[in-house]
């Protein structure tokens, strides 16, 4: 079930907006569009596996408009885009003290314990230097078969400025970048790929000097956490 709650009134005042009595186990998430917040985009998931996307465009009373891309069949192994009509640029952020020219990005790619190219993007200020002595900061996901795309922060790129450090953020198998092979290639008795993955990934900002010995500092969430949790058990 789906509720809407407004600041300072009681949960009983609540609205139901949206209730399925056939699925009273599926999972609802909602967020408003950040642009204009004329639209409420609810996503719901059966579980974690893999399921074929439905779009739907609602309007404010719940009644629905049209799907959207209603001819897309998508796969695991497929991204696809959808254009929007009239689809423009509405703002764009300026954050005082902090020049977007100045910083770059760029995927690399190295060999995982077993021999597997993992791809990582690495963001940095241009004038930080390759010669080992770098701070960096590697996140790391690596599960239930979703992606880490690139992404903007600008609290990041504010750390990355101020203390001359790197981001670092490997693709690490269990994730979805390369489709449901690599999410099954680390899960259950494979999981091991996952850290093993991000291992090597800290090896080769160190070997390469991106970064500088002892330097590395590992970050995830979740089931990235996790992996935080397993790699000191797994590192040789």
Same mark, same amino acid.
């Given at each position: 079930? !789906? ?24 999972? &609802?998430?909602?967020?408003?569009? *950040? ?11 059966? %579980? ?27 796969? *695991? ?12 640029? &509405? ?8 020049? !977007? ?8 790619? &190295? ?19 390759? %010669? ?8 790391? &996901? ?27 953020? *490997? ?9 449901? %092979? ?55």
């Amino acid at each position: 079930m !789906l509720y809407y709650h407004r600041v300072g009134t009681l949960q009983a005042e609540d609205v139901l907006a949206f209730k399925d009595e056939s699925n009273p186990s599926w999972v &609802y998430s909602a967020e408003v569009t *950040p642009v204009d917040g004329k639209y409420v985009i609810v996503t719901i998931a059966k %579980d974690t596996s893999w399921v074929k996307d439905e779009i739907y465009l609602y309007d404010l009373t719940g009644k629905r408009i049209t799907r959207l891309a209603p001819d897309l069949e998508p796969s *695991p192994n497929t991204t696809s885009k959808y254009h929007l009509p009239m689809a423009r640029v &509405y703002r764009s952020t300026t954050v005082k003290g902090l020049d !977007l020219d100045q910083f770059e990005a760029s995927q690399v790619w &190295y060999e995982s314990a077993d021999g597997t190219k993992v791809p990582m993007f690495v963001v940095k200020q241009k004038s930080t230097l390759f %010669d080992g002595t770098a701070p960096a900061v590697q996140y790391g &996901y690596g599960g239930f078969s979703i992606s880490v795309p690139p992404f903007f922060s600008a609290s990041v790129l504010t750390f990355l400025q101020m203390c001359g450090a790197i981001l670092a953020v *490997p693709s690490i198998r269990g994730g979805g970048e390369f489709g449901e %092979d690599w999410h099954q290639a680390a899960i259950r008795a494979k999981k091991v790929n996952s850290f093993n993955d991000f291992i090597a990934a800290t090896q080769f900002l160190v070997e390469n000097k991106y970064a500088a010995p002892g330097k590395v500092t590992l970050h995830g969430g979740s089931n990235g956490g996790s992996c935080i949790l397993a790699v000191p058990q797994n590192w040789s």
